[in-house]
Structures are given as C-alpha cells and as structure tokens.
C-alpha cells in the first residue's frame, strides 16, 4: 500500500478517536490493524502517513508507539524509526502458556446465549473465508473466535489481555510460509470445540481446546525452526 492510500484508509479511523484519551484511540486502532494483518513484521511505520492519516500530531503518534512497544508490538530502532515486531519463538511458547490459563478458564464456564452468538458468527466468517480462499481473513475471524472464546471469562481485564495477546499472536502467522497449510485444520476445529460448549461438556472442551492449542503452538515453532 502506497503512501496516499494508507492516509486515505486511516482516515476513516478519526471517528474512534474520541472514545479515550489520544493517544489510547490511536494504540487501539493501530492495534487493530496489526491484528487484521494490515501491518506485517518488520515494516517501518512512518509517522508523518500515520499522523496525516489519522488526524493526530507526532508526539501523540509517538506516544501511541510507546504504548505498543510495551506491548510487544512495536520495536523503537535508534535513528531507524519504528518497527512492527516480529516475536521470537520464545514468545510464541509463552502466549501458549497464557492461552492455555485464559481461554482453558474460560471453555469450562456456561457461555451466555449473547457470548455464543459471537462466538458462532467469528466460526462462520472463518468458514466463508475459507470457502473463498481467503486465508488472512480467515486468520482474522479465527483471532475474533478465540477472542470470543476468552470473553466467556467475563472479565473487562482478561478481554483486554487477549486483545494485546491476540495482536501479537497475529504477527506470529506471518512466519507461516503456506497460510492455508495452518488455518485449514482449525477451522473444523473451531466448530467442534464450539459444538462440546454448547452441549455443556466443558471438560471434553477444556481437553479438546488443550490439543488444540498444542497443535497450533507445534505448527508455529516448528516454522521458527530454520531460522534459529
């Protein structure tokens, strides 16, 4: 995407901005568009697009940065400018081990009609996606279903965790070199997981979530291995 059109693109993002403080609106959209892939590891951010895009000033953009820097998300390069990260294979390891705690917690609770809805339209739009060949949007309805899932915690904290969580775990799939290879079996997955939750069988779907999730973790570390 070319200058221009990232302006043109942010742009429609200035509305978010009166939710919280500044620079908060802007780490949340940015956030966002790292978790719908818009933004892949090691790409420069350049501050004057951004900036002009979304209608704030450097230093608010800048503190935006700072917020996704303690979120893993971003990494500060001196005198080269500011990058999104790529997460190391011990960082894959470790966010398996904070899923397994949140999304584990959160399988074994009766979900609310209104929380499986949610969760249900995230499977669907996967399932579309995939019918069409579309595999980062199918990476972007999976991160929703898993969000969903989290939720069931019924926790403000928790939902927060796995945003940030999530974001990161979305520059993780970049170093899946076939997309389709990696979302294609988790997408029946994400409905059988969803079938035990509904049938109230929490701890088969806690079981069945846990071989998911070291399914899931194997696939990824094992495309870190070449380059460690």
Known sequence: MNVDDLVADLSRDRQRLGRSSMAEGVADILRDRITAGFFRPGQRLSEESISEGL??????LREAFR???HERLLDHKLNRGVFVRLPSVEDVLDLYRVRR???GSAVRRPPSPQALAVIKEAMRDAERAAAEDDWQAVGTANIRFHQALASLNDSPRIDELMRQLLAEMRL???VMENPRAFHEPFVHRNRTLLELIEAGKTEQAAAYLDDY?????KLLVHAYE???
Do not use: K
């Open 213 to 217: 999730l070291d399914h899931a973790e």
């Open 172 to 174: 993780v799939f970049h």
């Open 101 to 103: 705690v949140l999304e």
């Open 55 to 60: 209608g704030v000033s450097r230093n608010t």
């Open 67 to 69: 917020l996704l820097g």
């Open 226 to 228: 070449p380059n460690r």
